[in-house]
């Protein structure tokens, strides 16, 4: 229960776009603030985006404008839109639940940026 499920990365030009999505168990999405966290080599993992559960949204000053997160409740899952991509977003994308009672992870999914 509370496993999370990343998928949609790959590998694009400068100025394409993903779309990253994450499935989680209703019993965890509910309750829980949804972020998209990333982690390039080398470098500490980053907050890049979240939402909580009433949708309110916050993003980091590096994605402000090009990335938009939102979720669909019904599918209790939570979608990461990435425009505009730049090689500096390469990294593995995770996503993450927080709630007062658990933090969960997903394993992951790379998102490569490259001319």
């Known amino acids: 229960q509370g496993q999370l499920v990343e998928s949609g990365g790959g590998l694009v030009q400068p100025g394409e776009s993903l779309r990253l999505s994450c499935a989680a168990s209703?019993?965890?999405?509910?309750?829980?603030?949804m972020g998209w966290y990333r982690q390039a080599p080398g470098k500490q993992r980053e907050l890049v985006a979240r939402?909580?559960?009433?949708?309110?949204?916050g993003y980091a000053d590096s994605v402000t404008g090009r990335f938009t997160i939102s979720r669909d409740n019904a599918k209790n899952t939570v979608y990461l839109q990435m425009d505009s991509l730049k090689p500096e977003d390469t990294a593995v994308y995770y996503c993450?639940?927080?709630?007062?009672?658990?933090?969960?992870w997903g394993q992951g999914t790379q998102v490569t940026v490259s001319s």
């Open positions: 993450n639940a927080n709630s007062a009672f658990r933090a969960s």
């Open positions: 209703r019993s965890i999405f509910s309750i829980s603030t």
């Open positions: 939402i909580t559960s009433g949708g309110i949204t």
